[in-house]
Structure formats: structure tokens, C-alpha cells
């Protein structure tokens, strides 16, 4: 086994979306949303135009990585904004490379193929290898105005 493929998730290929978008879940001690909860949204957004999966192997073998990518227009950048969510590889395949396929192919694929002028993501500070991965293809916390700008968010619906 030697190198890595990356490449844009097929509508046909939202089973194995949903089974590695499972597994991260599971990586990340969570008991929801359910299965049926990500089989159900993983075919609604492959479908539609708004967002792309991504998957990844090593060799010849099969899918260990999935990353998310949605976009939306962004009025300050005049163009397509990307946000790179749950960027997820399997534990036998960690240290192989894909994560960093998976995110330079996300950074092409958005500025090409999606015409994104921004791309963005959050990670927890905790994660140490995902924020040297991250650091190292250019990625960092933006300070234009004397402070750091952070990431923050509201759950709208129940108290998660």
C-alpha cells in the first residue's frame, strides 16, 4: 500500500459517507445523532448543490477518510465561502498522509472546481496534530483588529 487517493463522493457513494461520518461519531464518544439521523441527512446533502464529501484512501484500498465541505456565498469576500467540516480518518490509516490529502484536496477542489475564495474550519485546541496539519497548509487565527477572531457557536435547538 503505497500513496493516497482523494476524490468527490458520487450520490451512489452515500452509504460509505454515512459509515465513516458513523465511525467519527463513534471516535468521538457521541451516542447521537442516530445512525438513521446521518443516513438520512448524508442523502440529503450529497444530493443537493450546497455541499460535497469528500472521501480518501490508501493504495488501493478502500474509503478511511470523509471530510465535509459546504459552501455559501460571502458578501465580504464577494464570492463562495467553504467551510471544512469533519475531516475524519480511520485509525489504522492515521499517520498515513490522507488527512493532509483529504484537506489539500478540499483547498483545491474549493478554489477550482467551487470558485471559493475562503475556506474555513474549527478544531479544538486539544488537537494538537490536526492543528500542526492545519497550521502547516496555511491555515490560522485571523488577527486583523488587535484581537483574535474565534469561532463560536449557539445550539438553536435544545440545550446539546
Known amino acids: 500500500m503505497s500513496g ?84 475524519f480518518v480511520e485509525e489504522p490509516a492515521r499517520g498515513s498522509g490522507l488527512g493532509r490529502a483529504i484537506t489539500e484536496f478540499a483547498i483545491n477542489h474549493a478554489s477550482g472546481s467551487r470558485d471559493a475564495r475562503r475556506i474555513e474550519l474549527d478544531v479544538n485546541e486539544a488537537n494538537e496534530p490536526a492543528l500542526k496539519l492545519y497550521e502547516s497548509l496555511g491555515f490560522g487565527i485571523k488577527n486583523s483588529h488587535g484581537g483574535r477572531d474565534l469561532y463560536l457557536r449557539r445550539n438553536l435547538a435544545g440545550d446539546s
Open 4 to 87: 493516497t487517493r482523494v476524490w468527490v463522493a458520487r450520490v451512489d457513494e452515500a452509504d460509505e459517507v454515512t459509515r465513516l461520518l458513523i465511525g467519527f461519531r463513534n471516535d468521538l464518544g457521541y451516542d447521537w445523532p442516530t445512525d438513521e439521523s446521518f443516513r438520512s441527512g448524508v442523502a440529503t446533502l450529497i444530493a443537493g448543490d450546497s455541499t460535497d464529501y469528500l472521501l480518501g484512501a490508501v493504495g488501493d484500498g478502500p474509503a478511511v477518510g470523509v471530510c465535509q465541505l459546504r459552501f455559501r456565498y460571502g458578501l465580504w469576500q464577494e464570492g463562495n465561502d467553504c467551510l471544512l467540516e469533519d475531516l
